[in-house]
C-alpha cells in the first residue's frame, strides 16, 4: 500500500479557500486516491475520489498532477463548519479486499 | 434514510469485564465493517462481513475480540476479557454491494467510545 503524507494541521478563516496537500510517492497504477472528512464524535464521511487531473462535486475539488505523487484537497470558502479532520487515502479499487487504510490525517481548523 | 447506528455511544468497563458493541447498518448494505482507533493511532480496520460471513477478519487484533453478524443484518463486536489497551473508539461502516470488483462507499457510523479502566 502507498504511503501518505499530509500536514498534521492548518488554520484557516472563513471564506478562505483552503488546499490540503498529500505527498503518495510509492502510488501504484491501479491506486485511486479518495478523502475523507472527519468531524469531532463523528465518524468519517466520504468527501471525494479521483485517478488523475482534476474531480470536482458540491463539496470540493481534488487535483491530481500527471504523475500521480500528490494530490491536493481544494475547500472552497470554508466554514466554521469545516473544522474537521480530513484524510488522504490511496489504495487499488479494484480488489476484492474492501479494509480502508487511513493515515493521521490533517487537523483544519477554521477560525472566524 | 438512517444512517449507520452504534450503541452504546460510550463504555466505561474495568478490566476484564465483558464489552458487546452492536452496529446496526444502513437497511439493504450487505457490507458491514468494523474499525478502531486506540489512543493516539490511527483508524484500524478490524474485520468485513458481507452478510453474514466474515469475509476478511485480518484486522482482528486476538482472540479476545467475536464479531458477529447473524441473519446479516446488525453485527454485534465483543471484547472478553477487556484489556487497558482496548480503549480506544470502535467504528462500524456499511456500504452496498455492487456485484463488481470496485470498492463501495462506506457509510460510517458515530462510533462507540469505550474506555477500560
Known amino acids: 500500500l502507498a504511503k501518505t503524507t499530509q500536514p498534521i494541521s492548518m488554520d484557516s478563516y472563513e471564506g478562505q479557500e483552503v488546499n490540503i496537500t498529500c505527498s503518495h510517492n510509492n502510488i501504484a497504477t491501479n491506486d485511486y486516491i479518495t478523502w475523507y472528512q472527519q468531524f469531532p464524535s463523528q465518524g468519517p464521511r466520504f468527501i471525494i475520489q479521483?485517478?488523475?487531473t482534476k474531480v470536482t462535486n458540491e463539496v470540493a475539488s481534488l487535483f491530481i498532477p500527471a504523475d500521480r505523487k500528490s494530490s491536493t484537497l481544494s475547500l472552497p470558502r470554508v466554514s466554521l463548519s469545516d473544522t474537521a479532520v480530513y484524510y488522504c487515502?490511496?489504495?487499488?479499487?479494484?480488489?476484492?479486499?474492501?479494509?480502508?487504510?487511513f493515515g493521521s490525517g490533517t487537523r483544519l481548523q477554521v477560525q472566524p | 434514510e438512517a444512517g449507520v447506528t452504534q450503541f452504546p455511544s460510550h463504555s466505561v468497563i474495568e478490566k476484564g469485564q465483558t464489552v458487546t458493541l452492536r452496529c446496526d447498518p444502513i437497511s439493504g448494505h450487505d457490507n458491514l465493517y468494523w474499525y478502531r482507533r486506540v489512543m493516539g493511532k490511527e483508524i484500524k480496520f478490524l474485520l468485513h462481513f458481507v452478510k453474514e460471513s466474515k469475509q476478511d477478519e485480518s484486522g482482528m487484533p486476538n482472540n479476545r475480540f467475536l464479531a458477529e453478524r447473524t441473519g446479516g443484518t446488525y453485527s454485534t463486536l465483543k471484547v472478553q476479557p477487556a484489556e487497558l489497551e482496548d480503549s480506544g473508539v470502535y467504528f462500524c461502516?456499511?456500504?452496498?454491494?455492487?456485484?463488481?470488483?470496485?470498492?463501495?462507499?462506506?457509510?460510517f457510523g458515530p462510533g462507540t467510545r469505550l474506555l477500560v479502566l
Open positions: 479521483g485517478y488523475k
Open positions: 461502516a456499511s456500504s452496498q454491494r455492487t456485484g463488481t470488483n470496485l470498492r463501495e462507499t462506506q457509510y
Open positions: 487515502l490511496v489504495d487499488d479499487l479494484d480488489t476484492g479486499r474492501r479494509a480502508l487504510t
